[in-house]
Each structure stands twice: as C-alpha cells, then as structure tokens.
C-alpha cells in the first residue's frame, strides 16, 4: 500500500484498503482480440426491440434524463407486478449495490458476504468504512449456517448473489427463507439476483417474494446480463419503503440515461428473446459441463451452476494458469480469478454455439498437450 507523501491530501484508510475492481479482459497480453467469455455477457446480443428503442433515446442527447427514471420504474412494476413507488435503480445494478452499503452500513459496522462472492460487495463494505466480514463457503456453495454464525449486533448488511458469481451456485428458496427467517430485524438482506432470469421460473428463490413483504429485504436486477444491455449500465432493485427512501438520498441524480431507460423498457417487453437466452444458455451450459465432466481424468470439474457461466476447477497436473494462458493462446479469455481465492479455477461464459464448442474443443487440446 502507497503512503501519501506530507503535506498533501490523504486518502481515507478504508479507501486504501480497496482491492482494485478487476474487470474481464478482451484482448490478449499482446492486444489480439480474442472470443470474450470473461464478463458472463448475453451471446445471443440484444433485442432488436431494445436496439432500436436506444436510437430513438440518443435523438434527446442534449437533455438530462427523467431523473426519477418513471418509464423504468413503471414497466419493472408492470412486468413483475410491484409498487413502482419502491423500485430503485441505478447505473448498473452494482450502483443499487453501493447504495445499499451506503444507506445502510458505515465506520464500525459489519458487512457479510461468502468468500467466493461477488467482488463488488467487500468494495461497496469498504468504500463506507464498514468492515467486510467473509463467511465459508461449503464446497464452493453459499453455506447460510456459516452466513448466521457471523452475525453480531455490528451486522448491518448481508451480501447474497442467487446464483452466485463467480461460482454459478444457487441457494434453494428453503435455504434463502431460513436464512432471511434467522437475520435480526436490523440486518439488510441484499439478495443479488443478477442471473435470476436464467433459473426456470418453477426454481424461482422466491427472493423478490420476499422483498414485497419483508422490511429488511432488497433483490437487485440488472439489464447487463439476460437482457444483453451491458453497456447502458441499468439495473434497478425492489423493497421496503423505507429502504428505497434512504437510498435515494445518496442516489445520484440521472444516473440512468434517457436511451438506457428507453432500451430497457423495450427490453422487458420482448420475453421471447429472454427466453430464448435462457434456452440457449442452459442447452449450451449442459453441453459444455459435460464436455469438462469428460476431461475428468485430467483433474477438471465443474461446480454445479445455474448461471450463464461454468466455474471449472482444475486439480490434476494442467494448472488452471495454464489452461487460461493456453485458452488465449488458442483465441479465447476466460476469467482467471486468483484475487478472489481461485488460482485452481477458470470462470467461462457460455458463448453461442460456435464459441462454446470451440472452447471445448481448444480446452482439450491443452490438456491432452499439457499447456
Ligand atoms: C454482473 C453482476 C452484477 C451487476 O452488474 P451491473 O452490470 O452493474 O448491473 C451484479 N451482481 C453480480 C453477482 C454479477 O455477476
């Protein structure tokens, strides 16, 4: 860690002690463009409706937008049959996120998250001075006994991806219900369901259920992921009145543009391409985890998942280092995640056919030639 030289301004402690966001890579070392299945991306694009509703967005590029983001707001609650009142949204869910922690948590508090969680919640705990506080896994799945064992009356916020990145594990609505049911009232209960729309909806954790009822319930959504709108940055969350109030006094204003809220609308309104992500996503997903269930002689596996990705873990003598330098080598960025305790794992994004079966294909040239 840098010390600020004398006599100049210096930065909060718990600023310094923020890991640096490391985002997924495009290009290679030596700046080829590779196939990007490292930021669990829509392969399939974006609805043409959604598309074309963003043009139409840009044609008011010189004024602010809706800074109450009523449009967005209003087809989330149609969509899902909420109280537009208590939607929230942010530039990428991420930001809902930070307002959470923001609202909710700051110098001398608690925050819990499982260790291989989302990066986002030890810097949204840190960015407000809170402490993080990491919970065991149980083989790589979110494991609520180990969330409830760290609770103490400092515990302001829990941080739960349902499934959960960078793993791909998910919490069964019996697990997520016990765990809500064991949380003392004055603990915030972030259910991140960043990849909800990729479970069938019969397996549905039942987390916005949960925040339509409970006062210490927040789920995210985000139109980066299913809805394929990575690069407008819109996500948008649901709760109690009261929560909703409190973060919008640390909520930016505009913090979601006019196009972006115009492309997410028209994105909500054309299900048929989210069920077919869906579709495509889990034929592929099953594909690819048998693929590597086949390169198990060389120590590969795959943690269960029901994201759009496949975390696979590498135990036999082709490191998962050498099997992501391998990979780019052959055209194609994984994501490496040795800073989120995984220097023996490989997240992969399901890509379209082609890229997945080239994946494949490109993973067992490595371990058949060890590198
Ligand atoms: C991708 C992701 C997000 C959010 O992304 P935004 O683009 O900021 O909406 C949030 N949580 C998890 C677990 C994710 O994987």
Same mark, same amino acid.
């Given at each position: 860690?840098?010390?600020?030289?004398?006599?100049?301004?210096?930065?909060?402690?718990?600023?310094?002690?923020?890991?640096?966001?490391?985002?997924?890579?495009?290009?290679?070392?030596?700046?080829?463009?590779?196939?990007?299945?490292?930021?669990?991306e !829509?392969?399939?694009?974006?609805? #043409?409706?959604?598309?074309?509703?963003?043009?139409? $967005?840009?044609?008011?590029?010189?004024?602010?937008?809706?800074?109450?983001?009523?449009?967005?707001?209003?087809?989330?609650?149609?969509?899902? $049959?909420?109280?537009p009142?208590?939607?929230? &949204?942010?530039?990428?869910?991420?930001?809902?996120?930070?307002?959470?922690?923001?609202?909710?948590?700051? #110098?001398?508090?608690?925050?819990?998250?499982?260790?291989?969680?989302?990066?986002? &919640?030890?810097?949204?705990?840190?960015?407000?001075?809170?402490?993080?506080?990491?919970?065991?896994?149980?083989?790589?799945?979110?494991?609520?006994?180990?969330?409830?064992?760290?609770?103490?009356?400092?515990?302001?916020?829990?941080?739960?991806?349902?499934?959960?990145? #960078?793993?791909?594990?998910?919490t069964?609505?019996?697990?997520?219900?016990?765990?809500?049911?064991?949380?003392? $009232?004055?603990?915030?209960?972030?259910?991140?369901?960043? &990849?909800?729309?990729?479970?069938?909806?019969?397996?549905?954790?039942?987390?916005?259920?949960?925040a339509?009822?409970?006062? !210490?319930?927040?789920?995210?959504?985000?139109?980066?992921?299913? &809805?394929?709108?990575?690069?407008?940055?819109?996500?948008?969350?649901?709760?109690?009145?009261?929560?909703?109030?409190?973060?919008?006094?640390?909520?930016?204003?505009?913090?979601?543009?006019?196009?972006?809220?115009?492309?997410?609308?028209?994105?909500?309104?054309?299900?048929?391409?989210?069920?077919?992500?869906?579709?495509?996503?889990?034929?592929?997903?099953?594909?690819?985890?048998?693929?590597?269930?086949?390169?198990? !002689?060389?120590?590969l596996?795959?943690?269960?998942s029901?994201?759009?990705?496949?975390?696979?873990?590498?135990?036999?003598?082709?490191?998962?280092?050498?099997?992501?330098k391998?990979?780019?080598?052959?055209?194609y960025?994984?994501?490496?995640? #040795?800073?989120?305790?995984?220097?023996?794992?490989?997240?992969?994004?399901?890509?379209?056919?082609?890229?997945?079966?080239?994946?494949?294909?490109?993973?067992?040239?490595?371990?058949?030639?060890?590198?």
């Amino acid at each position: 860690m840098s010390t600020s030289p004398p006599n100049a301004p210096a930065p909060k402690d718990w600023v310094m002690a923020i890991a640096p966001y490391v985002p997924g890579r495009s290009t290679a070392d030596d700046g080829r463009k590779l196939v990007k299945l490292s930021a669990n991306e !829509n392969p399939l694009g974006t609805s #043409p409706h959604a598309r074309a509703a963003f043009d139409a $967005g840009n044609a008011s590029l010189d004024r602010y937008p809706d800074p109450g983001a009523t449009i967005l707001r209003e087809a989330v609650a149609d969509t899902y $049959g909420l109280d537009p009142l208590r939607v929230i &949204y942010g530039t990428g869910s991420d930001d809902v996120l930070h307002l959470a922690a923001g609202a909710f948590a700051g #110098p001398g508090d608690e925050v819990i998250f499982v260790h291989y969680g989302f990066a986002v &919640y030890e810097i949204a705990a840190r960015r407000v001075g809170a402490t993080p506080v990491i919970a065991p896994d149980s083989d790589y799945a979110t494991d609520v006994d180990a969330i409830l064992a760290c609770v103490t009356d400092r515990t302001r916020v829990v941080f739960l991806a349902n499934p959960n990145n #960078p793993t791909g594990t998910f919490t069964p609505r019996a697990e997520i219900a016990r765990l809500h049911a064991a949380l003392p $009232g004055h603990v915030l209960l972030v259910i991140d369901q960043a &990849y909800a729309e990729y479970i069938a909806p019969e397996d549905d954790d039942a987390g916005l259920a949960l925040a339509m009822t409970a006062p !210490n319930v927040l789920i995210t959504r985000t139109f980066s992921k299913i &809805y394929g709108l990575a690069a407008e940055r819109i996500g948008w969350g649901y709760g109690a009145a009261p929560l909703i109030e409190a973060m919008h006094r640390i909520r930016l204003p505009f913090n979601v543009t006019t196009a972006g809220q115009m492309a997410a609308v028209a994105a909500l309104g054309d299900q048929a391409f989210v069920s077919a992500t869906r579709a495509h996503n889990a034929r592929w997903r099953a594909w690819l985890a048998e693929e590597v269930a086949s390169m198990g !002689n060389h120590g590969l596996r795959c943690v269960p998942s029901k994201a759009n990705f496949l975390l696979v873990l590498f135990e036999g003598a082709v490191t998962a280092e050498a099997a992501y330098k391998g990979l780019m080598d052959r055209g194609y960025i994984v994501r490496w995640l #040795p800073g989120q305790g995984l220097p023996h794992g490989l997240r992969m994004t399901i890509g379209t056919e082609d890229e997945t079966r080239g994946l494949a294909a490109a993973l067992r040239d490595i371990i058949e030639h060890h590198g």
